[in-house]
């Protein structure tokens, strides 16, 4: 099946400084990947949806100077949050959605998440 | 505003009794519906979608436009069916999917 690996799986650094979260399609070509926010006790938030070779769309009240999404390849998609403060500690997940470009009815798969901890 | 609506947070039940578990969609038109499951310490995986009409681990859901619903539902329940349970419409228009808040599935032996 589809798998999307995620990676660091857990992140713990002092505010200011930048994280980079990657997610990676292995076995599968993802022209669409999202990018989630999960509170504890919450559903997911989604931030933004990245596209291969295209800005991503970010979503309503998300700082795209804030979360900064590169998707340069059709396996791999980053988001880095700049400047982090304690604030955007959380849980990070990212999905890809399989699929060439145009299959947009197409299920996710999911990453393990990265769980963000700035001190 | 396209919503989509898990009203239970928590479902408790016993093992061998029935379930479901219910999603209601304020979308317009006719969006692509799917159910997610998140086991305890697994990542969130796709249990099943309403185009495939197939049936996952005992789960079926079924499509009322009537009723704008896409409840998930199961005879007898399974001690291994506890998990997180999220429906994920995905619209016609922006094809964003959208996340309802979940519902914590109990199943007690």
């Known amino acids: 099946g589809a798998v999307v690996s995620q990676h660091p799986s857990w992140v713990i650094c002092k505010s200011g400084t930048s994280v980079k979260i990657e997610c990676r399609s292995l076995d599968f070509q993802a022209t669409t990947m999202f990018w989630y926010r999960q509170f504890p006790k919450q559903s997911l938030m989604l931030m933004a949806t990245s596209n291969e070779g295209s800005k991503a769309t970010y979503e309503q009240g998300v700082e795209k100077d804030k979360f900064l999404i590169n998707h340069a390849s059709l396996t791999l998609s980053t988001l880095t949050v700049t400047s982090a403060h304690p604030e955007d500690s959380s849980f990070y997940i990212c999905?890809?959605?399989?699929?060439?470009?145009?299959?947009?009815?197409?299920?996710?798969?999911f990453g393990d998440g990265t769980r963000l901890s700035i001190l | 505003a396209q919503r989509v609506t898990q009203p239970e947070k928590l479902l408790s039940v016993f093992k061998g009794a029935p379930v479901e578990l219910k999603c209601n969609y304020s979308y317009s038109g006719s969006p692509e519906l799917f159910w997610y499951v998140q086991y305890s310490r697994q990542r969130l995986q796709l249990l099943l979608r309403?185009?495939s009409r197939e049936s996952i681990k005992g789960f079926t859901a079924d499509l009322n436009k009537g009723e704008t619903s896409f409840h998930l539902k199961k005879p007898f329940a399974q001690e291994e069916d506890s998990a997180m349970y999220y429906c994920?419409?995905?619209?016609?228009?922006?094809?964003?999917?959208?996340f309802g808040r979940g519902t914590s599935l109990i199943v007690h032996p």
């Open positions: 999905s890809a959605r399989a699929g060439r470009k145009g299959a947009v009815n197409q299920p996710q798969h």
């Open positions: 309403h185009i």
């Open positions: 994920a419409p995905l619209s016609g228009g922006s094809y964003i999917p959208t």
